[in-house]
């Protein structure tokens, strides 16, 4: 059975950091893309990065690039998400999830989802 389990969020000040981590098992994930989507109150999800498990291309949506880093360990089967000069407009539900499509997963669409983390950002 294969689970993403998101941690890390919270409540932070503007222009503070967070870190997501998402933690991936029931199946190797080489050849997926991991990604990173968040929900917005009232707001339809959004991709917001992505990487490759095996190679580590990463590709991020323009409102979080500079600001916002993908990153994955091997070793710990796990995906982050390093979020620097958080904005109030990041306030969301982030969820984790994989695609056996690197271009699939920018569209929204995926195999495996987590359950999500909130993430509040007060300005």
């Known amino acids: 059975q294969v689970q993403l389990v998101e941690s890390g969020g919270g409540l932070v000040q503007a222009g503070g950091s967070l870190r997501l981590s998402c933690i991936a098992s029931?199946?190797?994930?080489?050849?997926?893309?991991m990604g990173w989507f968040r929900q917005a109150p009232g707001k339809e999800r959004e991709f917001v990065a992505r990487?490759?498990?095996?190679?580590?291309?990463?590709y991020y949506t323009d409102s979080v690039k500079g600001r916002f880093t993908i990153s994955r360990d091997y070793t710990k089967n796990t995906v982050y998400l390093q979020m620097n000069n958080m904005k109030s407009e990041d306030t969301a539900v982030y969820y984790c999830a994989s695609s056996r499509s690197a271009g699939s997963i920018v569209s929204g669409q995926a195999d495996y989802w987590g359950q999500g983390t909130q993430v509040t950002v007060s300005s």
């Open positions: 990487i490759t498990w095996d190679y580590g291309n990463v």
């Open positions: 029931g199946r190797t994930f080489s050849g997926y893309t």
